[in-house]
């Protein structure tokens, strides 16, 4: 029947497509294997929160914050007031979105068992990680070596870790060690671990031209949780990231996640992608759900969101005179993502979602800017690009 061959396209590739909408639930697990022929993403690694029905967003200040929810329209600043409109104005389609996959009792009873059941990581192998942030620091850093392995016994290459392109070129993946931790590398993919400092390096160490630019910046936000994982820059340190040396000369697709802060959505508009040379043409909305379908939190949470969004932008490049100009074609509105979130502040891997988009160049060159993984294929830029690679994070096939 028409459901079930719509269920095992989405166990095949980890994509729903809910009909005749703009809305598409995604297992970010089965996506991400895609990139690996030996090894598969562990579902219970990545599904580290909201399996729990007990779990709910529980935050220190949350007493301060229902003082803040009872403000009335009048109380809000201008701000505050800008904000909230543009929350109504995504309001009902993400109810409607939210709708269909309540409707979609197939998918909610698979839902429910995409962690599996048995070997759920334990928390203490997870904490095991190196943090490359403070290693890439010391003055020892650029001593810090990582041993690639081939597939093939033998062949071994030993080549600095930080500021310096790290490439698994084979059609296989690869496994590496660096401080007797082992690391995963998928196939055709590359790695350049620095602080933002030397992003310009990458401009000379790999072949530019990308027709594909995924950013996740690391955004200032009040959130003390955030404040513990990885350190934040003002805004305008991200003005001087070289989007148009990396970006191909006749255009590029630039996806720019965002949080909520109103703030943010000024300085983007107005600052930030003029400087990159980006023109904003669509915006998408990742949808939070838990593994029951119900939103992570209330959807009218001021502060807590159950959603992010990402802004889909092009840069137009100065196109080459022998060439035709870059046909770009215009990107549908309001595409909404639904998922179960993994670890903090990990995004779904939304690539494959947007390659549909990207100028027309095939295979297309694809490059994700503060990344904490790597995938196929693309180059994988930030101060901890292996942070997700582990191998307690991956079961062999
Ligand atoms: N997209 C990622 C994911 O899905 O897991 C999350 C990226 S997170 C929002 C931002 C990243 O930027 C963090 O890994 C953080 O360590 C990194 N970062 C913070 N300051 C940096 C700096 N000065 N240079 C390079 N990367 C930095």
Known sequence: SKTSDKLSAFLESGIYRFENSNVVFIDPVRMLNRSYTRFRSSPSAYYSRFFDSKETIVTSDSKKRKRKEKKTPHDLNEREQVATLRHQQARPMLLKAHGFLMEATDLLAIMKDLRGGSNICSSKELSEQHSFIELGKVWQAPLYEIILKGALKGLERVV???????????????EAEFLNNKYILPRESCFYMSDLGQVHNLIHECNVGFNLIVIDPPWENGSARQKLRYPTLPNWYFLSLPIKQLAHPDGALVALWMTNREK?????????????????????????????????????????RPYECLLLGYFHGQGTNSKQPPRLRPIKHDQIIISIPGEYSRKPPIGELLLEHVPDFKPARCIELFA?????????WGNEPLHFQQSTSFVRD
């Open 264 to 304: 943010l959505h000024n300085f983007v508009q107005k600052e930030l992608f003029p400087s990159w040379g980006v023109s904003h043409e669509a915006t998408y909305y990742w949808l939070k759900v838990k593994a029951d379908g119900s939103l992570i939190s209330d959807l009218d949470l001021f502060h807590h």
């Open 160 to 174: 600095p870790v930080f500021n310096n392109l790290v490439v698994n070129e084979t059609s296989d993946d690869m």
């Open 372 to 380: 904490r993984e790597m995938t196929a294929g693309w180059t994988s």
